[in-house]
Every structure is written in structure tokens, then in C-alpha cells.
């Protein structure tokens, strides 16, 4: 059975958005720096960018969760420890830039050339 994505598939809306967004403006930023939670986010939108002209160019992959030990308040006092607080970010970072536009050459060869 397949795991439901209700939040993935909130921020793959945000991600073809933001690529339907390129598109009608006609503005496409050099390079784009995109993060990931999952593997599925990062290959559907991989996909809409490289039909835009873009290429990945660098790749790096984190650890999934992030923790922090907060301190008791009191000093552990009335008998509350410290606590370790864990969230879930994103772990693939990934650096696309533009491919550069094909340079076209003329189809038959200049015959007035001296």
C-alpha cells in the first residue's frame, strides 16, 4: 500500500507552481537552489525543471531529522530533565543552473567570403 503524502504533495504543488510561474513570465533565474524531503518531491520536480532548460549541478544529502537538547527550567530542581526535541527537515539539497542556449549556425556557408 502507498504511503499517503498530504504534505508532499502540498509542496509539489508549490514546486510546478512555482515552475507554471517561470514559464509565463519568461524569467528564469541562472541558477536555483532547491530543498527536498523525499525522493519522489525531488524526482517530480527534477523533471518539470529539466523541461525548462535546467541541469543539476550539485547534489547533497543530509541527515533527515535535526535535534536540540533543551534545558530544564528549573535545573532539574522539581525533577524535570533536560529534553531532546527532534523535527523532520529537508535532506536533499540540490543546486540546478540553466543550460546554455544552443548557438545556432547558419545552414549554407557564406559564398562571399574574400
Request: cysteine-free; aromatic content about 6%.
Amino acid at each position: 500500500m502507498a504511503a499517503i503524502r498530504v504534505v508532499g504533495s502540498i509542496r509539489d504543488w508549490f514546486n510546478a507552481r512555482d515552475v507554471r510561474r517561470m514559464l509565463r513570465r519568461q524569467v528564469f533565474p541562472e541558477t536555483l537552489v532547491r530543498h527536498y524531503f523525499d525522493q519522489t518531491e525531488h524526482g517530480r520536480d527534477e523533471a518539470a525543471l529539466q523541461g525548462v532548460g535546467y541541469m543539476m549541478v550539485g547534489k547533497q544529502v543530509t541527515p533527515t531529522h535535526v535535534g536540540v537538547t533543551i534545558p530544564a527550567s528549573t535545573n532539574g530542581l522539581t525533577g524535570h530533565l533536560d529534553r531532546r526535541v527532534q523535527r523532520r527537515v529537508a535532506s536533499i539539497h540540490i543546486l540546478y543552473r540553466r543550460r546554455p542556449a544552443p548557438v545556432s549556425t547558419p545552414s549554407e556557408p557564406d559564398s562571399d567570403a574574400t
